[in-house]
Antibody
């Protein structure tokens, strides 16, 4: 069974930093793309970043480029999102998600809430 | 970026009746490899999204066959043949043809 469990969310002040983690199990982690997608309270889904299976290629939404860094540790089956220079508009539930065999996002974690507030 | 636009359902849907949600993209979703990476997600209240349909018309594992997808190019449709109570939630179309992946604004399905 595919499982994705996010952790690391919380309350942070504007300008602060936070690192999210996503522990993956039930599949061959190192062979698949992984993504982060966020959802502001009561709003829709916004894709923010992707990383290839070997971690060599990363892609970002313009809204987070230069502030967020996606990475992975295939030995630990863990995906990360390092977030810095956080803004109020980064407040959202952050979902870790698996890339499927056809570029789709096929499995989603339960999400972790990040609140940026003073 | 590709903009995805979904239609709203005009009113709550009666149990057992069909429902249809449309999605339009601002440019063709046909990839250079010939595939069309248009997917549909369901998000039940308080839950993460769940993949229903991938590459326009392929049902994902475990998805009931009352869900079907169709379309081509820039116009796509998700159909539910007979709505059940568990179908309540928000439905999103999403394109994975090019980065950044983008989502429609969501269509809320309510049951009458």
């Amino acid at each position: 069974e595919v499982q994705l469990v996010e952790s690391g969310g919380g309350v942070v002040q504007p300008g602060g930093s936070l690192r999210l983690s996503c522990s993956a199990s039930g599949f061959s982690f190192s062979t698949l793309w992984m993504h982060w997608v966020r959802q502001a309270p009561g709003k829709g889904l916004v894709w923010i970043s992707q990383i290839t299976g070997d971690g060599s290629i990363t892609t970002y939404a313009d809204s987070v480029k230069g502030r967020f860094t996606i990475s992975r540790d295939n030995a630990k089956n863990t995906l990360y999102l390092q977030m810095s220079s956080l803004r109020a508009e980064d407040t959202a539930v952050y979902y870790c998600a698996r890339g499927g065999m056809n570029t789709e996002i096929d499995y989603w974690g339960q999400g972790t809430l990040v609140t940026v507030s003073s | 970026d590709i903009v995805m636009t979904q239609t709203e359902l005009s009113s709550p849907v009666t149990l057992g009746q069909p429902a249809s949600i449309s999605c339009r993209s601002s440019q063709s979703l046909v990839h250079s490899n010939g595939n069309t990476y248009l997917n549909w997600l369901q998000q039940r209240p308080g839950q993460p999204p769940r993949l229903l349909i991938y590459k326009v018309s392929n049902r994902f594992s475990g998805v009931p066959d009352r869900f079907s997808g169709s379309g081509a190019g820039t116009d796509f449709t998700l159909k539910i043949s007979r709505v059940e109570a568990e179908d309540v939630g928000v439905y999103y179309c999403t394109q994975a043809t090019q980065f950044p992946y983008t989502f429609g604004q969501g269509t809320k399905l309510e049951i009458k």
